[in-house]
């Protein structure tokens, strides 16, 4: 049970150390949301809102993540006495269609601070058993082949256990030819075009079936499954769904539609960690793998999607790159890392396992919003 009291949104800049190029638009900084919620007792967490600043991924942007949090989501939380966490996705549900992300800020925070309230950690919360996950890096678009090698045969070295290579019309075949040849028959490797592909491209995705991929994920619209399932008839490799996946819902067409074999679960995406784990646990039952994605986190959202990957059915490795693939310094301590089999340690810590620091985010904080039970709203510059 907790009482939300106070909800603080904050508006951080982080710089990626490199450009992220995915088929339709590339992201240079990350404009991060962070969500901190208070209970009445006392009893504080973090959350991380996975928007982008643009709809390049899905209709949700960081601005209108805030909008519906401050306008719809969070007078339905503040001040209420709140059973637990489970609970939270119907409050949020009723009569607000989509803002997935926004309210999976709300959401996850909950989780959060039940973790915090209980004094477990937030994997043991949520059901999950695995001490260490596997990780795999995403590797953005490159301008050349050798360029994209480069970076693969690096994160090879580097112990990850899946390579990940976005592609694009123009920037695909050969480019995955390429990384197959360069790194061997035995090493996991997948595509992501991010919907750059119709069907009318059935053909042309056909020939990544010489490179034995471990999937290829969400290679047509954002909003289709029907078509998906036509190529999925066409192609040996296994389609992989992301996008497509916005609810349990979905996820059940997915499986009765034979729109895709894999499940890509982000809990932004779908609206919180209750409605991922619903998935994981509707895909365990029909023998479909899952695996946890990624959306640039900044080490809070990292912590979150680290414990849920420790559920059981997160059996192929996620996008859970260490801290320093991204950031030259992260918000949280300790950052996050990955050991030389490319594993990432669940924490055993209460709450969700690391430290944020408070110090940091200020500094780098470009707007502060406070939402409080009582009418009045504070805002500062
Ligand atoms: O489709 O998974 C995706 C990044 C931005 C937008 C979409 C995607 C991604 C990634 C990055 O693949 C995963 C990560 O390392 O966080
Ligand atoms: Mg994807």
Same mark, same amino acid.
């Given at each position: 049970m907790f009482h939300i009291d106070r909800l603080t949104w904050r508006e951080i800049r982080l710089a990626l150390k490199e450009p992220f190029r995915i088929s339709s638009g590339v992201i240079h900084e990350r404009r991060v949301g962070l969500l901190e919620l208070a209970d009445r007792d006392g009893a504080t967490a973090w959350s991380e809102c #996975?928007?982008?600043?643009?709809?390049?991924?899905?209709?949700?942007t960081i601005d209108t993540a805030w909008m519906a949090i401050s306008e719809w989501l969070a007078p339905r939380l503040l001040g209420k006495t709140i059973d637990?966490? =489970?609970?939270v996705q119907a409050l949020l549900a009723g009569?607000?269609?989509?803002h997935s992300m926004a309210k999976a800020t709300l959401e996850m925070g909950c989780w959060g601070l039940a973790a915090e309230i209980e004094q477990k950690p937030l994997s043991t919360l949520l059901g999950g058993s695995r001490k260490r996950v596997p990780t795999g890096i995403s590797l953005g678009i490159q301008n050349a082949p050798p360029m994209l090698v480069e970076r693969a045969q690096r994160a090879v070295a580097a112990g990850y256990r899946k390579i990940k290579v976005k592609i694009e019309p123009g920037h695909d075949i050969e480019f995955v030819r390429a990384v197959r040849e360069a790194l061997g028959p035995d090493i996991g490797i997948m595509a992501d075009?991010? @919907?750059?592909? /119709?069907? =009318?491209h059935a053909d042309h995705l *056909?020939?990544?079936?010489?490179?034995?991929?471990?999937m290829l994920e969400?290679?047509?619209?954002?909003?289709?499954?029907v078509r998906h399932a036509q190529l999925q008839r066409r192609l040996a490799t296994r389609i992989c769904l992301d996008e497509?996946? /916005?609810?349990l819902d979905r996820a059940e067409d997915m499986i009765a539609l034979g729109s895709g074999r894999i499940v890509n679960i982000k809990p932004g995406r779908v609206g919180g960690l209750r409605s991922s784990k619903a998935i994981h646990d509707l895909c365990e039952l029909a023998g479909i793998p899952v695996w946890c994605g990624g959306m640039l986190e900044s080490g809070i959202g990292r912590s979150y999607n680290v414990a849920l990957a420790?559920?059981?059915?997160?059996s192929l490795p996620g996008?859970?790159?260490?801290?320093a693939r991204y950031w *030259? =310094?992260?918000? #949280? @301590?300790p950052e996050w890392t990955m050991d030389a089999d490319g594993m990432v340690v669940v924490p /055993?810590?209460?709450?969700?396992g690391v430290t944020v620091d408070v110090e940091l985010i200020e500094s780098l904080t470009v707007r502060q919003q406070v939402l409080t039970a009582g009418p009045a709203m504070v805002a500062v510059a």
């Open positions: #996975v928007a982008f600043d643009r709809p390049i991924y899905s209709p949700e637990g966490p =489970h609970v009569n607000i269609r989509g075009a991010n @919907s750059a592909y /119709t069907i =009318h *056909a020939q990544l079936d010489a490179f034995d991929l471990i969400q290679p047509l619209g954002d909003d289709d499954l497509s996946i /916005t609810s420790s559920l059981p059915n997160f996008d859970l790159s260490p801290s *030259a =310094h992260d918000i #949280v @301590s /055993t810590q209460p709450g969700i």
